[in-house]
């Protein structure tokens, strides 16, 4: 890496494809029904990415709402549509630049494979301080990121320490990827205002929810 170069970093293309697109990750499973035994219903998928979780979620649920970006949502919009028709439960998509500035009275949001990909601490807590405000009191986040995966320790073999974090190249541009403590995790939730609840033991996962 040159020190001339400008660094691109695009989160949008950090996501690993899912094992099996018809079974919901042990991540996904483990945020479905942690919601429904809470009796949650109007929920938000924050980083909904390439769609990989979406269609599991809006089974579970009669209010979703899908969250990203506005370069993720020009790369999944066709498969939107196709969402939109086959589940009455999707309300809507909302960038996250939109989200930041709504109060959407949501009772649950789930955040996976989001906050290890943004570079920046104030990209984290800002992300964070927008579902807080979006959520109603005693709403629920369910927190996971991964944590010493075989796929991220091979990647660091040959990737570039940036931040707190590494970088790896693709192209033109880097992706990002942080390997998070559940201390460090955990102190970003409460920082913006969550109260911890329930660490959730996944292996090689960090996962737990939080009320506002």
């Known amino acids: 890496m040159r020190k001339s170069e400008k660094i691109i970093i695009r989160p949008e293309y950090s996501a690993v494809g899912a094992k099996n697109l018809n079974r919901p990750s042990r991540a996904v499973q483990a945020a479905i029904s942690t919601f429904k035994e809470l009796k949650l219903s109007r929920i938000a998928e924050i980083g909904c990415g390439l769609l990989a979780n979406s269609s599991h979620i809006l089974r579970a649920f009669p209010f979703v709402i899908l ?24 309300k809507k998509f909302i960038d996250t630049e939109s989200f930041h500035n709504g109060k959407m009275g949501l009772e649950g949001a789930i955040v996976i494979n989001v906050l290890h990909v943004l570079p920046e601490v104030r990209e984290r807590t800002e992300l964070l301080k927008s579902i807080h405000k979006n959520l109603k009191e005693k709403g629920v986040i369910f927190i996971d990121v991964p944590c010493n995966e075989t796929f991220y320790r091979n ?56 009320n506002k």
């Not at 506005?70 to 969402?83: E, P």
């Not at 974090?165 to 033109?172: A, D, H, N, T």
């Not at 390997?179 to 090689?204: A, C, P, S, W």
């Open 67 to 90: 969250v990203d970006t506005k370069l993720q949502y020009n790369r999944i919009k066709d498969k939107l549509d196709k969402l939109y028709a086959k589940y009455r439960s999707f």
């Open 155 to 210: 990647l660091v073999k040959t990737a570039k320490p940036y931040k707190d974090g590494y970088i790896m190249r693709r192209g033109s541009y880097y992706t990002f990827y942080k390997n998070m403590t559940f201390e460090e995790l955990k102190g970003y939730v409460e920082k913006v205002g969550f109260q911890f609840v329930l660490r959730i033991y996944l292996d090689h996962r960090i996962t737990f929810i939080c």
